[in-house]
Structures are given as structure tokens and as C-alpha cells.
């Protein structure tokens, strides 16, 4: 039973003394932009804040691919230092969405599996914020069950003819590229992981066809992606063929207990609490708060602090090579439905009916409205992570 | 001078030994059956072994070592439901420490907070549901009017006649209202040592609340391991296994609050203006306690609800102690009002700056 208890969650991390400056000058940054009203903070800004001259400005300063290898283009950093400029920036709801998927996931992708060529050819751009991913792996008929995908490989001289269909993808259509996982050769059997490769696919190529996918707050942000007869030649494998699926899945701890999981709704958060201390007098310590907002403030900062929490222990275990499987996939169950819960909160204390595209509260908390359904189902559905930590505490 | 973890995981099986061996259901049963409302024999054995002063400094009486140890201590006892005032004792010795006054010998406990007027005026204050007060020595410690700070020791034999008024929480631990006499002693300590002595307090009832929570996940996976029905075990319904994720994750929240709140202290930050891991550890440990008690009940079926079944010795502690040093509502309004204080006005630090403090 002792083995249960120790491999639920990793220890708590402190974070190293550091990154207080670090910080500090993140939120210098972030101040400067917001008063010159480069951007307005917004929920869910790392899925549809794309603003191409933002990631370049940060990337400027050093904040994306901190984690990439200086002789990469990068800047030689620690998962922690990352970590603490990517919560300053979704904090702040900074319009973060361009270059997300390359610097969180492509980058270690390609650190881990690319040949020299592949990342001489991306991770320079990646870090300087000029390039652009994509996710190619879900389908339309392999959302959860991933292993389903169809998208198919056929071997020709040189390299693969892909055909099939990528989903959901978003920011395709700025995208410069995008990682498939393309089935290159038979299931054995049962075996569906067998077979499956990751291949890096330019867009802007003939074969490549790319149709919007509305969503229902009106915005586009996902996209259909039709591979008809891609070429990709062998340079652009990654890793190993038939080795997809372990590849494809090495990363998920991260993608899944990231700050990214509890801090989608935080800027509307912190507009709540603006309101409530100017209803309070903006008094010097918040004793005039109504009490109901208080309790409910209260209780939402306090998970919020200790979902943040396990968050880092996570991101400390992986640091250190560890696979904490079961606590970030309870982080993303348990951030995420906070996520909404601040939502509730917030539309429950403020005197104020949501309003798509106004300015202000309204806007802000109707877009966190329409935007609240993806939460608990991108990143693999919060049901299907519940089989995976079910499957860790030995149920299975 | 800090452990290594491979001496704090040592410490902990150690304990944990130690615990499973004394603490089992009927023992911890009995105690809560019996007038002296503890086990003695459980206490004079870990007393030998030093574990019941870890944190407080040799020099005072206690065992050495640091508050991230004596954290330990207490998640061990709140898993095991440790029919003694281990972790109180953990917590007064400290307090006793900072004061600057060497540590009696014997179970200790810490009062709650009370108003102390000065020297010999300790008389006719009422210390309410002190843990264990009945056979520990009780560490009470307040402030008067003027904002200078007194601590009285009250040992149990020390009691006048018709004292304590004896008490019991939900899981039949000792909760006793003593008066302090007309000459109670007390000495002037330094300021701020009332707001450490609440902080302890509060810090180790949700350290206790996290061990009994994951006692808690232990049992219920077990159980529902080795039940079958319909031919297979019930953790084998996708149900069952979606309940024990929820429950692994309120597990989960309130290990990382209670574990973060620990080292904060432990790391000994001064407090500044930033979210207070206590405050907010209490707050999440009391709101999940529920929770997490709620759906071992639910998996264990009928057989859960029993006296001979061992998991009410285990819920009625998540039950009892989710009320004691701070409920969800208190903490959830204290912290609440500390979150509009910090983004309010010109001179808040802001909602992101007070809440990413530690």
C-alpha cells in the first residue's frame, strides 16, 4: 500500500531562488506591453491569442525555447525557469497561441527523436518565435482512442506518400508545419500501437488542403487538414519508423500538468476580484467584501494555489526524469474542472450578463463561457485520464 | 541542517512501522472506548523513541531535526489514527521552543487561541476542545488587551478538582474545556509567538487530515480490489475506478496543499504579502475531507458503515478534524478577503503576485 501512497504524487517543489528575477522581469515586460494596449488579457489565450509579432517580441527577450540547447538557437534553461515564464504569461492571458505548440511540444519532440538536420532546420526558428506548429494526430474517427488513427503512410523511393485527413488542428492555417502520426505499416494483430510513425509535414505544399472548422464562439481556430498524396521525404522522419506511438506519447505528462490545465480562466479571475474590492471600497484589507464573494473567492484561490501545487511537483518529477503518469493526469482532471468552476464563480458575483465581444467583464466572461467545453476535453478527455489513473492505482 | 530524501523516506517506513504495529483497529477502537481516551502504551512507546519531539532542538528536550520531519510524523499519525496526541505534542514542543522554554517530559497539546490578560491573570479563562487536554500537558498561549503575549503550562495533575470538563470530537478523541486557575502561571513570550502557536495548530490538523486521506484511497483500493461481485472484483467497473480517480485526485490536492504549506513554513520565509499556505492548505484539507470520506464510504458498501469495520475510524477523523483549527468556510472567508485586499487598490500587489507568493 506504501507504493500506492508515494506514487500518487510527486514532492512539492520550491522553486529555485532564480526565478524570482526571472519573474520579475516577465511582469516588467507584460506591464510595458499591456500599457502601450498591445493586448488585452483574455481567457484561453494560448489556444486563440495567435499574434505572431507578440511570440516574436518574447522571443526576443529570451522566453521561447528557453528549454532548447544555446547551439540550437535556444537558451540553454531549466524546465523551471520555463515554467515560470509560461504561468507569468497565461496569468496575464498574453496572447501566447502562435508559437505554443512548437515550444512546448515540437521542440522537445524534436530534441528527443529529430535527426541533426531536422532540428538545425526548426529549432533556431522555433526560438527566435518565426515558427509555427501544428498537432497532427487526431482524426475524425480517432479523438480518444488515438490509436485508431488512420492517416496513412505507403512507402516510395525516397521517402512516404501520406493521404488521410488530420482534425482539430488548430492554428493550421497559420502554421508553417505540423507532426502527423501516420500508420506506416499493419497493426499486428491486436497490437494497434505497432505500425505508427511521426512524420513532419510542411503545409504549405501541394496535396495539403486545409478547411476551417468554426467553432461555436464564431472564432476559427481548429481546422480539417487533408493530406492527398503528400510526399515527405525520409529527411523529415522523426525518430524512428514504427516507433509513433512512444514517441507521440512521451510527452504527455507534460502537455497534460502544465500551467496551461488550471490557468485558462485566471484572467477573468482577476477581473473578478478587481470588482470585488472597487464594491468593497478597494479598502486596505478587503473587509467590506460581501461575504458570500469572500467565501467563494476564497475557496477558488485556495484550490487554485494547491492544483498549482501538484502542478510543480509534477513539473519537478519530469525535471528529474521521472514519469509521474497518475499526478499529471489528476492535475488536468482537477485543474481543468476548475477552470470552470471560476467561471461559475465569476458569473454568479458579478452584477453583469455575458456579452460576446464587448469590452470588459461582459466580453470577457461570455468568451470564457463559449470557451469553457474544451477545457475538460482537449488534452485527453478528463474521463479517459480517469482510466489512466485508475489503471496507476492498479484497478487495470 | 536538512535530510536527504532517502533519510526522510527512512524516517517515514520507520514510523509507519511503528504506527501499524501499535495502532491497530482494536487498540485505537478501545481508546476512544476507554475514560483516559488515549493509548498509553502506543505513547510511552513512541516517546522512547524520541518521535513525539522531532523539530523542537535538543537543547531544549526535544529529538533534533526539522519541521519538514515533524510533517511526517503527523501525515503517519493521521493515517494510522494514532489514538494519541503525537502530532499535538509535535506542535506545542515547537512552540515551547521559539518561547525560549525547555520542554516537559510527557504528552503535550496546544490550546486554541485565547485572550491572556498578564502575569497571575490567568484565572477564569476557559481553554475549549483541547485535544487530548485530559492527559497532556496543556500549552496555552494569548495575547491580552495591551497586544503583549503570555504562555501558560498547564500540566494535567496540576488541574484543580472537577477538571477538565471531558469532551469528544466525532471519532471519539479527547476534547476537554479546562479553566485555567487563579494562579495559573504565565510568562511574557515575544511577539508573534500566539500567531505561531495558531499556525502550528492549524498546519498539523491538516497534515493529520492528509494522512487519514490517503489511509483512506488505501483501504478503498483494497477493498474494492478483493470484493467481487458479478464474478469479478468491483474495481473492475469502469464506475467504481471513475469514483476512486475522483478520489484519488481530492487526495492528490490536499497532499500537495499540506505538503507545500509544511515546507513553507519549514523554509521559514518571513510571511509577506502573499497567499498563507496554511490558511489555504486548512481550507482545501477541510473541503475535501468530505469528499474523500464520502466515496470510501460509497465503495465499501454497507460493511464500511459498521463498528467492526476499521474504515470509521478512519472517516470519523476526516469528519472531526475538517471542523477543528479552521473549517472551510472560516478559512475560505479569510482567504477571500486576502485575495480582494491584494488586488485592490493602488497599493495591492495584485491577485497573480499574492497567489504565485510561495
Known sequence: MNTQRDALLPPVVSLPPGTGELRSSVRAFLTAELTAGRFVPACDAWLSGWDESFSRRLAAHGWIGMTIPVEYGGHGRSALDRYVVIEELLAAGAPVAAHWVSDRQVAPNLLRFGTEELQQRYLPAIARGECYFAIGLSEPEAGSDLAAVRTAGTRVDGGWLVSGVKVWTSGAHHAHALIALVRTSAPEGRQRHVGLSQLLIELDQPGVSIRPIVSM????????????????????????????????????????SGPERLLSTFALLDALAGQLARAAGDGADGADVDARAAEALGRVTSRLWACRQMSLAVAGALAAGQAPEIAAALVKDVGTQLENEIIEVARTLAATEPEPGAAGYAGLLAHAVLHAPGFTIRGGTNEILRTVVARGLGLR | MSTTDAERELLRETVGQLLAEHCTPERVAAAAGSEAGWDAATWQVLQETGLTLVGSPEERGGSGGDLSEAADIAVAAGAAAAPVPLAETLAAGMVLARAGLDIPAGPLTLAGAVSLAGAGRGGGRVLTRVPYGRVATVVAVGAGADGREWLAVVPPEQLPPGQPRAGRNLAGEPRDDIELGPDAPVREVAA???????????????????????????????????????????????????????????????????????????????????????????????????????????????????????????TTRLWAWREEDGTAAECFAALGREAVAAAGGPAGPGLWPWLSRS
Open chain 1, 217 to 256: 464562439t464564431g472564432e476559427h481556430h481548429f481546422n480539417e487538414v487533408v493530406f492527398g498524396e503528400v510526399f515527405v521525404p525520409d529527411a523529415q522522419v522523426v525518430g524512428t519508423i514504427g516507433d509513433g506511438w512512444a514517441q507521440a506519447t512521451s510527452e504527455l505528462a507534460y502537455e497534460r
Open chain 2, 192 to 314: 508573534g509567538t500566539a500567531e505561531y502557536a495558531g499556525r502550528l495548530r492549524r498546519l498539523f490538523r491538516s497534515l493529520l487530515i492528509a494522512g487519514a486521506a490517503q489511509r483512506a484511497l488505501e483501504l478503498t483500493i483494497t477493498y474494492v480490489t478483493e470484493r467481487e461481485q458479478f464474478g469479478r472484483p468491483l474495481g473492475k467497473m469502469p464506475v467504481v475506478q471513475a469514483e476512486l480517480a475522483r478520489m484519488a485526485g481530492e487526495v492528490a490536492v490536499i497532499s500537495a496543499a499540506t505538503q507545500a504549506a509544511a515546507a513553507d513554513l519549514a523554509g521559514g520565509k518571513p510571511g509577506g504579502a502573499g497567499i498563507s499556505p496554511v490558511l489555504a492548505a486548512k481550507a482545501q484539507a477541510s473541503a475535501g475531507a468530505g469528499t474523500v470520506a464520502a466515496i470510501a464510504h460509497q465503495l465499501h458498501g454497507a460493511i464500511g458503515t459498521t463498528s467492526e469495520h476499521r474504515l470509521r475510524l478512519t
